[in-house]
């Protein structure tokens, strides 16, 4: 009976799960050794008090949660677990403990804790929102393009296991949203590995990682300039309807780009380039050949 009672807390907590993660100690920690001495001061007297029933203590990480004492939540719903194993609250104590650590940025310890909650409990009514979290904590560590991109694939591979296993949720719509973003930032780092092997003159390499952009990545905006440096290349290496083949499909798929311009400058004499500026260095190779 408490268990109904109780549930609605659980389904808001949920709820608002995608909000960004805080702090260790919430966004009001100053840094201070004082200050974090106060909050473990707090949370011993918060252990003291609570009912330390499976229900009292899940009620005192529900208020934990509400402070943004995030610690101290994750200490409570752990100690159900240990204490309570065979509670009904002990389950529901898994995946709130996963979230207290998803917000406290311990994307590791949270992603172990969501797998053994996935594992252990495959028919659970939130086994949705474990899958969507899991994959929040692997998305909020991609990094720039710049970077090693296993984390991004890592990411877009537990979005996709959400919008196939989910695909009429609130969490697939999001997933599906977080999805395109990660192909972005797999194409910008292919094309950032392309251009610098283009810098470098290892033309062949080049083609491989803009080819794959244009294939394998057709939906994000990388695609235009990938196009137009395939033709950079191809006039490069003397390969003239190679890149008029290349630059007639950058203009059929995107007639309005800037790259598609530049493209055409390259092809045309006397043809403007786009305005701003874009490194293009085949028009020198150009005019070289001819």
């Not at 974090?36 to 009292?56: F, W, Y």
């Not at 409990?121 to 904590?137: F, G, K, S, T, V």
Request: hydrophobic residues 40%.
């Amino acid at each position: 009976m408490m268990i109904r009672r109780l549930s609605p807390l659980l389904s808001l907590w949920l709820a608002v799960a995608a909000l960004p993660g805080c702090s260790l100690f919430g966004s009001n920690w100053d840094g201070k050794q004082s200050s974090l001495d106060a909050e473990r001061q707090t949370t011993a007297r918060t252990n003291n008090i609570v009912d330390r029933s499976p229900e009292g203590l899940y009620a005192a990480g529900i208020d934990a949660l509400q402070a943004r004492r995030y610690q101290a939540a994750v200490d409570l719903f752990d100690q159900i677990e240990r204490d309570h194993p065979l509670s009904a609250w002990a389950t529901n104590a898994k995946i709130m403990s996963a979230y207290g650590e998803y917000q406290r940025n311990r994307y590791t310890e949270a992603i172990g804790a969501l797998d053994r909650f996935i594992q252990l409990h495959p028919a659970h009514r939130d086994i949705a929102y474990a899958y969507y979290l899991r994959a929040l904590c692997y998305y909020e560590q991609i990094a720039d393009a710049q970077r090693d991109q296993r984390t991004t694939e890592q990411a877009m591979a537990a979005l996709q296991d959400v919008v196939n296993r989910f695909p009429d949720s609130a969490y697939a719509r999001d997933a599906r949203l977080k999805l395109d973003l990660g192909r972005d930032h797999l194409a910008g780092k292919e094309m950032n590995v392309g251009r610098f092997y283009q810098r470098q003159k290892l033309y062949g390499a080049a083609i491989g990682r803009f080819k794959r952009v244009v294939e394998d990545f057709q939906t994000t905006n990388h695609v235009p300039e990938a196009l137009h440096r395939l033709t950079e290349i191809y006039l490069t290496l003397g390969l003239v309807d190679e890149a008029k083949k290349t630059a007639a499909v950058l203009g059929h798929n995107f007639p309005g780009s800037p790259w598609y311009q530049d493209s055409y400058a390259l092809l045309v004499d006397g043809a403007p380039a786009a305005p701003g500026d874009r490194p293009g260095f085949a028009r020198r190779a150009w005019n070289w050949i001819f």
